[in-house]
């Protein structure tokens, strides 16, 4: 009786064990391939005052977000990640006009202009490896001009307030960063991947004539500037190509039951063609909070530096925090750029 007892529960288990490999199976051959999803970030300010007390501020209207979205593509031993990023702000501090005798209205200052787009494409080395023969892309640039402000009203604008008629600082794909490599791409879990590349190639591009003659974007320029304060056009290129080595790693988990998350991608490059020992950094973060089902409040940390760009120093002593020469030029030298964020944000996966 005992014996056929212990038969009869083995069996069961056995059975219930099967089920369960099955069951198992079956949900990851339904697991769809692609993994989409976006997320919509706001920031807004406003404030208005109509015949305003002593001491009281000024008007401020502030607009601006982030958007990302991804698009994975995950199935035997092939693997496509791709990611989409926008972050933008503009701002108009007080009302009525520029200055006495002028009709221009008080414009929009740009806050923060940026694109980015990554694709990366992996081939499994063995079925059972975590490592891939992998292909990467990245574009880095902004969507709209930026123009210098004047002597007496000075900062970034989104339309021309000079009245000599001014050339934009950028625009679209000027300046342009764009990253090609091939190398091995190593993913230990779910939530860490390092891709390397040996030989990679990066160019940095800047479309636009005028704007390439100013020499301030990484694009090649020789000789001195002429009367009109850019660079000859024979001596300049309006595309500096690259070769080197390529590190990206990516990070991405959640923590206190999902309610809070951290993402990170930090891109290293070292130009084997000039100062290799001077390596570029593209640090991007973020930190969330869920406050309820699909809203978060999320910080933004970026940490930038090219060798072969010229940041605006800063100097909180200066008018709009920017050191200007003699000339009341901006100063620029190579320096690390940190661009910070806050966000109310809203996540969807589609």
């Known amino acids: ?71 994975k593509y995950n199935k035997g031993r092939l693997a496509w990640d791709n990611l989409g990023g ?33 694709s990366k494409v992996g ?17 880095l640039t902004q969507l709209t001009p930026t123009y210098r402000g004047t002597a007496d009203y000075q900062g970034f604008f989104l339309k021309d307030i000079s009245a000599e008629g001014q050339n934009p600082l950028s625009k679209f794909f000027s300046p342009a960063t764009t990253t090609f490599s091939v190398g091995i791409d190593y993913k230990p879990n779910d939530k860490l991947s390092f891709f390397y ?9 800047v479309l636009d004539e ?4 100013q020499g301030v974007h990484g694009n090649p320029v020789e000789g001195d500037k002429g009367p009109d304060g850019l660079y000859l056009a024979e001596n300049t290129d309006k595309v500096d190509a690259q070769i080197g080595s390529l590190l990206r790693a990516n990070y991405g988990s959640k923590f206190l039951n999902d309610r809070m998350a951290y993402t990170s991608a930090l891109t290293l490059y070292s130009n084997y063609l000039k100062n290799p020992q001077n390596i570029d950094v593209d640090w991007t973060n973020e930190f969330a909070l869920e406050i309820i089902k ?8 970026n940490v930038f530096y090219d060798d ?22 901006p100063v620029t030298a190579r320096r690390v750029n940190l661009t910070q964020q806050l966000l109310l944000k809203y996540n969807v996966i589609f």
């Open 1 to 71: 009786m005992q014996k056929s007892l212990t038969y009869l529960l083995l069996t069961f288990l056995f059975s219930c064990s099967s089920l369960l490999i099955q069951a198992q199976e079956a949900a990851e051959e339904a697991k769809p391939a692609w993994e989409t999803g976006a997320g919509f970030g706001l920031d807004f300010s406003q404030l208005f005052q109509l015949n305003p007390r002593q001491g009281a501020g000024q008007n401020r209207l502030g607009l601006g977000g982030a958007v990302n979205i991804f698009a």
């Open 308 to 329: 072969d760009m010229r940041m605006q120093v800063s100097d909180n002593k200066a008018p709009n925090g920017i050191k200007v020469d003699a000339d009341g030029n």
């Open 210 to 213: 005028i704007i390439a003659r």
């Open 294 to 301: 699909g809203l978060q409040l999320s910080f933004l940390v």
């Open 86 to 118: 926008l972050q933008f702000g503009m701002q108009r501090l007080g009302s009525g006009i520029i200055a006495q005798g002028s009709t221009d209205k008080i414009p929009f200052q740009k806050i923060i202009d940026e694109l980015r787009l990554n």
């Open 123 to 139: 081939y499994k080395v063995s079925e059972n490896s975590k490592f891939f023969y992998a292909v990467d892309f990245t574009l």
């Open 197 to 205: 590349s040996p030989i990679g190639s990066k160019f940095i591009m």
